[in-house]
């Protein structure tokens, strides 16, 4: 995902009636919501940075696992939005960060205040509907009713996600995954 910055450029992911868009309404919905809360944002980007894990995948295994749903195959699933991540989502990312982290003083003017302007803000833009377009392909991957509850059902998606990751990412991931894991619980709990 783009990060804290972008929150208010997705919207909130809140109902009209001002109540969070939960775990029923689609993953979209849900993943804007879900983001939003305090230090998820940082906790997914660090999973994505640190750990080389996929941020929809982390998403997609939380929402599923709060509607009760193990996730049949994390592996296929993410197979299946390999290429579109690393041919199409990734390099934005990296294109819209290095336009933010640059110091464009080599450049002329027009150029620097593009770079730093509404030329990123596109770049963003583009990035955010590739991770939308990203989260339609996983929001059918193949689920199946979980024996126990909701956060058990977090806690085994989100093992099987980091299971994806090399042994040293994964163990690295571990606390960060539980992090999410708290983070679901509260989000499930009434208000």
Known sequence: MAGDEDKAAQGDGAQEDGNPAGPAAGFWDFTLDFYGGDGISDCLVRLQDECGLDVNM???AVWRGLQGRLLVDAAAAERSIATWREEVTEPLRDLRRRLKAAGWTALPTGLVAAAEGPFR?????????????TQAALEVAP???AAAGAD????ANLAAVRGLAQ????RQAEPLCAVLERAAAAYA???
């Open 121 to 133: 803000e596109q770049l963003k833009a583009l990035e955010i509907d590739s991770e939308r377009l």
């Open 152 to 155: 058990a059902a977090v806690a």
């Open 58 to 60: 982390l998403l997609l």
């Open 167 to 170: 042994e040293a990412a994964a």
């Open 143 to 145: 689920t199946r009713a």
């Open 189 to 191: 709990a009434p208000a």
